[in-house]
């Protein structure tokens, strides 16, 4: 599933960077921290890994 937002890409580029034990789990805030919780390693590797190019900035939250 390819990331909808470039803030989406960045949390989960945060999230991951986590998880890989390369920045601290104190230091997330907001989504990222939520994503760490709940997703696996591989879930964010996908997210994060989504090119950029034509996202938008930001997706308004439908619920």
């Given amino acids: 599933m390819p990331a909808k937002s470039k803030a989406q890409q960045k949390a989960a580029g945060a999230a991951l960077s986590a998880k890989r034990g390369e920045t601290a789990r104190k230091d997330l805030v907001g989504a990222s921290k939520e994503m760490f919780d709940s997703m696996t390693e591989a879930e964010l590797e996908e997210l994060a890994s989504t090119p950029h190019d034509g ?9």
């Fill in 55 to 63: 996202l938008p900035d930001r997706v308004e939250d439908d619920a």
